[in-house]
């Protein structure tokens, strides 16, 4: 019990780590690494503070390393989804109850605790399991995870702290009371830092959770557990299950007590989850909230004042940085004809320096994509590509499956601006240009805005303002994340909140206070200090 109003410290940003050769940090990772490749995990699911292990389970396996096994997890079955949403609601009260204060410290000790005792580790396992290179783990499951707790935590004081004003005899206040029933977060494989912030988001403002990652993702999904159980997260707040999309769906959609979904993937699935609910709408005891970011087809837009230099780094970094598995990732893009030539000469010369091959190898930066799945649909693009006479593939175009699931950064050119790699989400290392003539850059701004039914994230390069004035105003609605001479990835929560719109989302801004709003429904008080006795009012005497 205590009388004082607290203040959460106020965040910063994590720094990332440069892992130098030699480093303190290269060593340990290196190590973390060794540890993980020689030890066979069995994971289990989270549930109502058990470790839950069954008899049937899958193996892991690094995607650039097929015959290599991290581990095994165990797989449920509908009577587990019934046990974490019992778990989740069993939970609540209590957790609701909590003051947020203690909410809010268990998530300020998982930031402190992922950025020291499990940094390597978690690093180790994002690696491991998804094909990161270090660079892109350390940014992704360390530096991102923890600013997502952090400032996650500040932007829930600075809500909490909003009040309405109180005129003389009355006291008005704002009770920003968690939803009714349970969340279900549905997380992707390509950020560990969304994995951990989808269910952590909505729980920390009180709410309990059940959450099924990707199952590419399983392995460093335990780990974040680990932590939050570590940082003294109550039993049942948080359940983590390993279960096939249809089967969850089908009890998690029916509950009557499911209160909302916080989903990152595809935008197929989004859809039908978003019809699916609409078909039970009637089942529910609220509205579920529904919050979503899913596809993208991003673009970077050049003007003949840009830098070729600056736009070939952009290009090379924004489409081929974690084998463009981004929602992020520059995917088409529109030259001038006028620094093409440049612009291709860099980019080209930059594409033959990038190495390509396993995780513990730190001089590779280009590592494999997630599963044959993806490799087939990626390499099958790229081999319709190479039997077009309207394409020419002027950089990669090899794929091997062999070891690993490695496709190389690929450059294709194309005649028609609506070619299928320009339209179409790949969500691989594919980048598609179009070269346009110098004088139709504001045609090309139309062009832009009206390929792709996404509109998540774009960028455009010019050193002359009135064009960049222009294509600010031709692009407004065309990206959620909006770049000016960057490449179109790489977003910092407190920075650059992230999401989209039209078909790439809800646009509710992870990493922002406009998210953490979507896990509220605020209840408006009214206290009368002196309530009136006579109910007659003034106009009801006569002269």
């Known amino acids: 019990m205590t009388d004082a109003i607290f203040s959460v410290p106020v965040p910063l940003n994590e720094p990332v780590w440069s892992y130098a050769p030699g480093s303190n940090e290269k060593l340990a990772l290196k190590k973390a690494l060794a540890e993980a490749k020689a030890t066979e995990k069995d994971i289990p699911m989270y549930i109502g503070g058990e470790h839950v292990f069954t008899a049937e389970k ?57 950025t020291s005792t499990y940094r390597a580790k978690m690093s180790a396992a994002t690696m491991l399991c998804q094909s990161k290179n270090a660079f892109q783990a350390e940014i992704d499951c360390i530096c991102e995870l923890a600013d997502f707790w952090r400032y996650n935590v500040y932007f829930m004081q600075e809500i909490y702290k909003q009040q309405p004003l109180s005129v003389r005899g009355t006291w008005n206040r704002t009770d920003w009371r968690p939803l009714e029933g349970f969340v279900f ?19 920390m403002l009180g709410n309990v959770c059940v959450w099924k990652p990707a199952e590419s993702q399983i392995y460093s999904a335990s780990v974040i557990m680990e932590i939050l159980e570590e940082a003294g997260l109550p039993a049942g707040v948080i359940n983590l299950v390993y279960v096939d999309g249809p089967t969850i769906g089908d009890i998690v959609f029916k509950h009557p007590e499911f209160a909302g979904i916080h989903f990152t993937g595809s935008t197929g699935v989004f859809q039908r989850i978003w019809k699916t609910i609409g078909e039970n709408i009637a089942n529910y005891k609220s509205y579920p909230r529904i919050v979503g970011e899913t596809g993208g087809k991003d673009f970077v837009v050049a003007h003949s004042s840009a830098d070729p230099k600056a736009v070939a780094v952009a290009l090379g970094r924004g489409a081929f940085e974690y084998q463009g598995q981004k929602c992020s990732a520059a995917s088409r893009a529109y030259i001038p004809k006028s620094i093409w030539k440049a612009v291709k000469a860099h980019l080209l010369a930059d594409l033959k320096t990038m190495k390509m091959g396993g995780t513990e190898d730190f001089r590779n930066f280009i590592n494999a994509v997630i599963d044959e799945k993806a490799f087939d649909k990626i390499s099958g693009y790229i081999s319709e590509a190479k039997k077009s006479s309207q ?20 450059v294709l050119e194309v005649e028609d601006p609506h070619y299928v790699t320009m339209c179409e989400e790949l969500f691989g290392p594919v980048l598609t240009i179009y070269v346009y003539d110098d004088k139709k850059f504001a045609q090309v701004l139309d062009l832009v805005n009206t390929t792709s039914p996404y509109a998540l994230t774009g960028a455009v390069f010019s050193n002359d303002r009135s064009a960049l004035a222009l294509a600010n105003e031709k692009l407004r609605h065309a990206a959620g994340n909006y770049y000016i001479n960057d490449k179109p990835t790489g977003a910092v929560v407190g920075q650059q909140p992230f999401g989209g719109g039209r078909a790439s989302g809800t646009n509710d801004k992870a990493g922002s206070m406009l998210n953490m709003y979507r896990w509220l429904s605020p209840r408006t008080m009214k206290e009368t200090l002196t309530p009136p006795t006579d109910y007659r009012y003034p106009f009801l005497g006569e002269e």
């Open 58 to 114: 899958a193996a892991i396996r690094p995607p650039h390393e097929r015959k290599h096994v991290l581990g095994y997890h165990a797989k449920g079955n509908a009577s587990h989804v019934k046990q974490a949403i019992d778990a989740a609601l069993k939970a609540k009260a209590a957790w609701e109850a909590m003051p947020w204060q203690e909410r809010a410290a268990i998530f300020l000790r998982a930031a402190d605790l992922l």
């Open 185 to 203: 977060a549905l997380t992707p494989f390509n950020f560990t830092a969304i994995a951990g912030n989808l269910p952590t988001a909505p729980a």
């Open 391 to 410: 394409v020419k593939v002027i950089a990669g175009g090899y794929f091997d499956k062999s070891e690993g699931f490695f496709i190389e950064p690929t």
